[in-house]
Antibody, heavy 122, light 107 residues
Framework: QVQLQESGPGLVKPSQTLSLTCTVSGGSISSGGHYWSWIRQHPGKGLEWIGY???????KYNPSLKGRVSISVDTSKNQLSLKLTSVTAADTAVYYC??????????????WGQGTMVTVSS | DIQMTQSPSTLSASVGDRVTITCRASQSISSFLAWYQQKAGKAPKLLIYLASSLEDGVPSRFSGSGSGTQFTLTISSLQPDDFATYYC?????????FGQGTKLEIK
């Protein structure tokens, strides 16, 4: 059974770069044709899709993040990573990684990590 | 961006009730609509994909319907484990967007 686990600093200072990693276990990040997304949830609020990546390197981002986001994949470590630059308090959120299914293209998010809380504060 | 609007925002119901949550898209999304259940402190869990297909392992009391811009999630007979927040999500076009959520509370 594929499982996802997010990791990274829980506290980031304003104007710095938020960096998170999602480790995939129980399966290969490069098999099955899946796309891998980052999604965040502001405290007490709804869900916001940040972007996705395919193991081939194809990626797509939410324009709302105005070019501050970068997602990469390391197939040798079975990981995907998120970098968000110039963070402000508005980036405080729980960050999830999630796998997109392959029953259609695109597909819904069928597997999620448990999420990691990131607070932006000095 | 496609706006997803759920109603109601909060729903109070009792065990055994039949409940329906509605999700409206600001433009047609065909059937590229998913429903998720989220409990406090947990990640969302996929219930329904392609508007009406039940995810493996999800109880059959959950069902989805609709296409185009209007969608519904129905729980035929509420169980204690169903009290949670429900989100719809469109994946017809980028950026993927979610509804604001419907909190299902115990009456």
């Amino acid at each position: 059974q594929v499982q996802l686990q997010e990791s990274g600093p829980g506290l980031v200072k304003p104007s710095q770069t938020l960096s998170l990693t999602c480790t995939v276990s129980g399966g290969s990040i490069s098999s099955g044709g899946h796309y891998w997304s980052w999604i965040r949830q502001h405290p007490g609020k709804g869900l916001e899709w940040i972007g996705y990546i395919h193991y081939s390197g194809t990626s797509k981002y939410n324009p709302s993040l105005k070019g501050r986001v970068s997602i990469s994949v390391d197939t040798s470590k079975n990981q995907l990573s998120l970098k968000l630059t110039s963070v402000t308090a508005a980036d405080t959120a729980v960050y999830y990684c999630a796998r997109e299914g392959v029953r259609s293209f695109p597909d819904a998010f069928d597997i999620w990590g448990q999420g990691t809380m990131v607070t932006v504060s000095s | 961006d496609i706006q997803m609007t759920q109603s109601p925002s909060t729903l109070s119901a009792s065990v055994g009730d039949r409940v329906t949550i509605t999700c409206r898209a600001s433009q047609s999304i065909s059937s590229f609509l998913a429903w998720y259940q989220q409990k406090a402190g947990k990640a969302p869990k996929l219930l329904i994909y392609l508007a009406s297909s039940l995810e493996d392992g999800v109880p059959s009391r959950f069902s989805g319907s609709g296409s185009g811009t209007q969608f519904t999630l129905t729980i035929s007979s509420l169980q204690p484990d169903d009290f949670a927040t429900y989100y719809c999500q469109q994946y017809n076009s980028f950026p993927f967007t979610f509804g604001q959520g419907t909190k299902l509370e115990i009456k």
